[in-house]
C-alpha cells in the first residue's frame, strides 16, 4: 500500500474512522438539556425573518436584485437568514464549546494518548458541530418553502450550498478558539459575528453601501455565503456561484489546517 507521509499533525491512514470516533464520544456524552439550546439557536433567525422580513417588507415591498429580478423583501432576507443561522449553528460548537474542553476539560489531552492525531480531532468536531448546523439549515428551508419564499426544487438545492456554509464557518471558529486565552476574548468574536450579522447584504443589498465599505462587505465570509444561497433561493446569481464556493471551500481549508497546527502545537508542547 502507498503511504502519504505528512507532517506529524495529519496523517490520512485510518482518520476518517478515528475521527469519527471524536464526534461517536460528543453524542455519547450529550445530555437532554442540550435541545433546548439547539432550539434556541434555531428560532433566533426565524424571528428576524418574521419581524424584519415579513413584517418591515410589507413597508419595503419589492427589491430588484443586480440581475434585475423582482422580489420582495421576505424572499430577500431568507436566504441571508438561513446563511446566518448556518453560521450561528457551526460557531456556537467549535468556539464555546470546543474551547471548554480544549482548555478546561483538557478532554483532548487524553484523546492524544489514543492513535488519534490532531487534524483527525479537528475534523471530528467539525463533523459533530455540523450536524446541528445540518439541522438548522433543514428546518429553516422547509419553513422557507412553507411561506412560499424559494421553491421546494431551489430549497434542495440550497440545502448542500448551507452545509458548506456551516464547514465553512465551524473550521474558521475552530482556528479561532485556539487563538482564544480565556471566555472574555469571545466578547470580540461575539461582536465580529453580530457585524457580520448587520453588515453582510443581510438587509440591505451590498450596492446600497458607499464603494469602499461595499468592498469590504463583499470579501467577508457570511456576505459570500449569502450570496451564494441568495442567489439559489431565488435566482440570478449566474457564474459568480463559482467565486462563491471556492471562497468558502479555501475558508474551510485554511481553518482545518490552523486548527489542527495550533492544536499540535499546544498539546504536543
Known amino acids: 500500500m502507498v503511504s502519504i507521509v505528512l507532517p506529524r499533525l495529519i496523517s490520512f491512514e485510518g482518520a476518517p474512522r478515528r475521527a469519527t470516533s471524536v464526534a461517536e464520544r460528543n453524542l455519547a456524552a450529550l445530555k437532554s438539556a442540550y435541545w433546548i439550546v439547539m432550539i434556541s439557536g434555531f428560532v433566533e433567525p426565524v424571528l428576524y425573518l418574521l419581524s424584519i422580513g415579513v413584517g418591515v417588507g410589507a413597508l419595503v415591498g419589492d427589491l430588484t436584485l443586480p440581475g434585475g429580478r423582482v422580489v420582495s423583501y421576505a424572499a430577500f432576507v431568507a436566504p441571508a437568514m438561513l446563511a446566518s443561522s448556518a453560521m450561528t449553528g457551526a460557531l456556537a460548537e467549535t468556539t464555546f464549546n470546543f474551547f471548554g474542553k480544549f482548555k478546561y476539560m483538557k478532554l483532548y489531552d487524553g484523546v492524544i494518548a489514543t492513535p488519534v492525531q490532531?487534524?483527525?480531532?479537528?475534523?471530528?468536531?467539525?463533523?459533530?458541530?455540523?450536524?446541528?448546523?445540518?439541522?438548522?439549515?433543514?428546518?429553516?428551508?422547509?419553513?422557507?418553502?412553507?411561506?412560499?419564499?424559494?421553491?421546494?426544487?431551489?430549497?434542495?438545492?440550497?440545502?448542500?450550498?448551507?452545509?458548506?456554509?456551516?464547514?465553512?464557518?465551524?473550521?474558521?471558529?475552530?482556528?479561532?478558539?485556539?487563538?482564544?486565552?480565556?471566555?472574555?476574548?469571545?466578547?470580540?468574536?461575539?461582536?465580529?459575528?453580530?457585524?457580520?450579522?448587520?453588515?453582510?447584504?443581510?438587509?440591505?443589498?451590498?450596492?446600497?453601501?458607499?464603494?469602499?465599505?461595499?468592498?469590504?462587505?463583499?470579501?467577508?465570509?457570511?456576505?459570500?455565503?449569502?450570496?451564494?444561497?441568495?442567489?439559489?433561493?431565488?435566482?440570478?446569481?449566474?457564474?459568480?456561484?463559482?467565486?462563491?464556493?471556492?471562497?468558502?471551500?479555501?475558508?474551510?481549508?485554511?481553518?482545518?489546517?490552523?486548527?489542527?497546527?495550533?492544536?499540535?502545537?499546544?498539546?504536543?508542547?
Open 118 to 269: 490532531p487534524f483527525e480531532i479537528a475534523l471530528g468536531e467539525l463533523g459533530w458541530a455540523m450536524l446541528r448546523g445540518t439541522a438548522y439549515s433543514a428546518a429553516f428551508l422547509a419553513l422557507m418553502v412553507g411561506l412560499d419564499l424559494t421553491s421546494p426544487g431551489r430549497a434542495l438545492t440550497a440545502f448542500p450550498a448551507a452545509v458548506l456554509v456551516g464547514f465553512a464557518f465551524g473550521a474558521l471558529g475552530m482556528a479561532l478558539s485556539t487563538f482564544m486565552r480565556s471566555w472574555q476574548d469571545f466578547d470580540l468574536m461575539g461582536s465580529a459575528q453580530f457585524t457580520l450579522f448587520l453588515f453582510s447584504g443581510t438587509f440591505v443589498p451590498a450596492e446600497a453601501y458607499p464603494a469602499v465599505l461595499r468592498w469590504l462587505v463583499e470579501v467577508t465570509p457570511l456576505y459570500r455565503s449569502v450570496h451564494l444561497i441568495r442567489g439559489i433561493s431565488v435566482g440570478g446569481a449566474g457564474w459568480t456561484w463559482l467565486l462563491d464556493l471556492l471562497y468558502l471551500l479555501a475558508v474551510l481549508a485554511l481553518g482545518l489546517f490552523v486548527a489542527s497546527r495550533r492544536m499540535g502545537k499546544l498539546l504536543y508542547k
